[in-house]
């Protein structure tokens, strides 16, 4: 089961997508940390629940309208739901994306107010870093202006392959210097192939099964064989866009759900709370980030960020693209404490027990509906 948290903000302003149980969480904050470099690093705090933030729980929910509350068809309001389960929690659940290491923040800062291009283009020549992360920055800067200055914006007549190529280049390369590595090319996400051939065995009665393939993406990020995000790329942007509704409303959270899947399906139950995966959707100048974790129970958490918008003009670059990069830098700390997390955790044998979530479900498709194969096209002689 999916929850979109694009529910929670159509009944308040405040979304509490942040907020989710940890049960065995003491009073002291606990701690992880994720190293962008040797001499930086950036840690995420649990802090503990004061009686001010119980009180502020409570009146944001007594605040609703009970007629716009969702009502299921047992009767359960899930908005009551969501009151109780908040109010419950201990500790702030860990922010969903980790904040930037001190000395590229700074590097941030010292670039936001530019809004001369030329005197953008001097700063960034005249920084050059030893640190590969902020060089990744910089040269991404360095990328963008050099998309205005060429004539390459605004686009015209573009593929999705010139999308990822040239604009949403960083994307890759921010995993230059990690230990996840950005993979492209339309890849069949293992994850997916793995959730689709569930129950395939030997034939005995039977044939044995077509194996069927993953799901293809545009970009997976992958450390060996586990995967711990994806990309979708969309040539335009559009609210009705349907190539965008159905990668960011279906197809993307479902291989995303697999991918968790197959993260925490050998994982302890006290450890997969704090996995989450990661899913890019770039459509044409406009990049949305989706967020999917396990808050509690069985229950998949989807998190659609509002899209960033990529410039348009010369003189929001210093404004504009430091968000953009600062969102793709959280998101790929993200997977790193997913790998470290997973590598962390000692795997026995698989004896059989069950996951502690379930897979996605598939429909049964007939063997005779499976698609045939390509007749070869005529050619003349």
């Known amino acids: 089961m999916i929850i979109d948290n694009s529910v929670e903000q159509k009944t308040t302003n405040e979304s509490i997508e942040h907020h989710s149980s940890n049960e065995e969480a003491s009073e002291e904050a606990s701690t992880y940390t994720s190293s962008s470099s040797p001499s930086s690093s950036t840690s995420i705090k649990q802090q503990p629940l004061t009686t001010a933030d119980y009180e502020k729980i409570e009146s944001m929910y007594n605040n609703l309208q009970d007629e716009k509350k969702w009502v299921l068809s047992s009767g359960i309001i899930v ?7 908040a109010i419950s929690c201990s500790v702030e659940q860990l922010d969903s994306l980790p904040s930037l290491p001190t000395d590229i923040e700074n590097f941030m800062n010292t670039i936001k107010d530019i809004d001369n291009l030329n005197a953008l283009k001097d700063t960034i020549s005249n920084h050059p870093q ?8 910089r040269s991404s800067m360095e990328s963008c202006i050099k998309l205005f200055k060429h004539r390459y914006l605004p686009l015209a007549d573009h593929s999705e ?9 960083f994307i890759d390369t921010c995993f230059d210097t990690s230990k996840i590595h950005c993979k492209g090319g339309e890849k069949s996400s293992l994850s997916s192939s793995a959730g689709r051939n569930i129950g395939r065995n030997i034939g005995s009665r039977q044939p044995i099964s077509k194996k069927l393939c993953g799901r293809k993406v545009d970009l997976e990020f992958k450390s060996a064989d586990t995967e711990y995000g994806l990309a979708e790329c969309s040539r335009y942007h559009s609210l009705n866009d349907t190539k965008q509704l159905m990668d960011g409303g279906f197809k993307m959270p479902k291989i995303m759900k697999e991918m968790i899947y197959q993260l925490v399906k050998k994982r302890s139950p006290q450890s ?9 959707l770039p459509s044409e100048l406009n990049l949305s980030l989706l967020l999917l974790d396990i808050p509690d129970g069985y229950v998949c958490r989807i998190s ?3 899209p960033l918008k990529y410039p ?3 003189d929001s670059i210093a404004k504009e693209f430091p968000q953009i990069l600062k969102v793709v830098y959280q998101s790929r700390l993200l997977m790193e404490n997913a790998r470290l997390m997973s590598r962390n955790q000692i795997e026995g044998f698989d004896v059989g027990e069950r996951a502690p979530i379930p897979p996605c479900f598939y429909m049964s498709v007939p063997e005779s509906s499976s698609p045939s194969r ?6 003349s002689p």
Do not use: C, Y
């Open 304 to 306: 659609h960020r509002h």
């Open 312 to 314: 348009d003009d010369e």
């Open 272 to 280: 997969f709370r704090d996995v989450s995966v990661i899913g890019f």
């Open 79 to 85: 908005e009551d739901e969501m009151k109780q389960f």
């Open 374 to 379: 390509r007749k070869k096209r005529k050619t």
């Open 161 to 169: 392959a010139d999308l990822l190529r040239r604009v949403w280049m």
């Open 130 to 137: 030893t640190n590969p992360d902020l060089e990744w920055v």
